[in-house]
């Protein structure tokens, strides 16, 4: 027989994906009010925030944003058409190309970062102590 959850699990869940959802729609409409679509910002963020020694290709940004190759490559046109990135030869391979933010890209970006981690500092206690619930619970399972 499957494993099942007691009531208050699924309702830790639930608040937990409630917490989840309020901060993911927070990030949709400060985007917007800046003048970018979400999936744009999440773009620039992705570029941003590579990890050291990873390559900005279309390849790996489809990958860490979850999309489709072709999805990528229309988030790219589009954001080089407002100034937002431009695109560049790689360095040892030219044939690949290589996503970088320009200065207005930049600016954009630092906009909409402080103010996530503003909201972040607001609404992260609360989302750490609810997924701090639901681990607690999965560790009693486990056991």
Known sequence: ???????????????FRRQIRRFLYFSEATAREHGIEPQQHQLLLTVQGLPEGIRPTIRELASRMYIQHHSAVELVKRLERTGAISRQPGEEDRREVLIKLTPAGCAALRKLSVAHREELEKSGPELARVLQKVLRHARKAAA
Request: glycine share 0%; aromatic share 6%; no cysteine.
């Open 1 to 15: 027989m499957d494993e099942d959850l007691a009531p208050e699990q699924y309702r830790d869940l639930a608040e």
